[in-house]
């Protein structure tokens, strides 16, 4: 059962245009999300993170949105560039488990293209 | 170098092999993590390290699978009798302690590809 969801498989924008990226998840207790990128070859590279108890943070052009009585979070990234094209990641956080540990559960993951 | 680094990048075995997988996280992190990445997947949380302890192996998907990190900085992932669902990239992540929101900070990957 996948509690962190990203409907969209890919996604493509013009240059300059804003790209948003959206995800879904189901478990109520999460208390941190993230959005991470990949380029191919390479390890995930954190981006921008948001508190359960805000409804969103800004970082340039990279802006998330929080909407807990829907479980949905949105990225937008203003204005899109081609060197934005990667793999977005959704992820949250569990709440201090075993070992305190925050866990991080994933999405599956948005190709976004940036054509220029 | 300054940032996670995991070796070999690339890992052909055969089916019943032993293979060993390293990660060498970012100096004076305490938190490391070893995930699984299938192909159109997220990354699979595997087991966590706190300093040199296993503090949460809840991830293992058997007991083919066990990580060490006796001295509280690299880490090795031992996976017994290699399968060919054991196929995947294995990426290793480090923080500065456990508890911070989520930030880790990833490796290149092991590909492991079991024949």
């Not at chain 2, 995930?35 to 595997?46: A, H, I, K, N, V």
């Not at chain 2, 966590?48 to 949460?56: I, K, L, N, R």
């Not at chain 2, 996976?79 to 508890?99: F, H, K």
Request: aromatic share 10%.
């Amino acid at each position: 059962d996948q509690q962190v969801k990203q409907n969209s498989p890919s996604l493509s924008v013009q240059e300059g245009r804003i790209s948003i990226l959206n995800c879904d998840y189901t478990n109520s207790m999460f208390d941190y999300f993230l959005w991470y990128k990949k380029y191919p070859a390479e390890g995930p590279t954190f981006l921008i993170s948001i508190s359960s108890i805000k409804d969103k943070n800004e970082d340039g052009r990279f802006t998330v949105f929080l909407n807990k009585s829907a479980k949905h979070l949105s990225l937008h990234i203003v204005p899109s560039q081609p060197g934005d094209s990667a793999v977005y990641f959704c992820a949250a956080t569990t709440p201090l488990g075993a070992g305190n540990n925050r866990k991080l559960i994933w999405g599956l993951g948005t190709s976004l293209a940036v054509n220029p | 170098g300054a940032g996670v680094s995991q070796t070999p990048s690339n890992k052909v075995t055969e089916k019943g092999k032993y293979v060993e997988l390293r990660c060498d996280p970012i100096s004076g992190h305490t938190a490391l993590y070893w995930y699984r990445q299938s192909l159109g997947q997220g990354p699979e949380f595997l087991i966590y390290f706190q300093g040199t302890g296993a503090a949460d192996d809840s991830g293992l998907p058997n007991d083919r699978f066990f990580a060490v990190r006796p001295e509280g900085s690299v880490s090795t992932l031992k996976i017994q009798r290699t399968e060919r669902g054991d196929s995947a990239v294995y990426l290793c992540a480090s923080s500065l302690t456990g508890t911070s929101g989520g930030i880790q900070y990833f490796g290149a990957g092991t590909r492991l590809s079991v024949l």
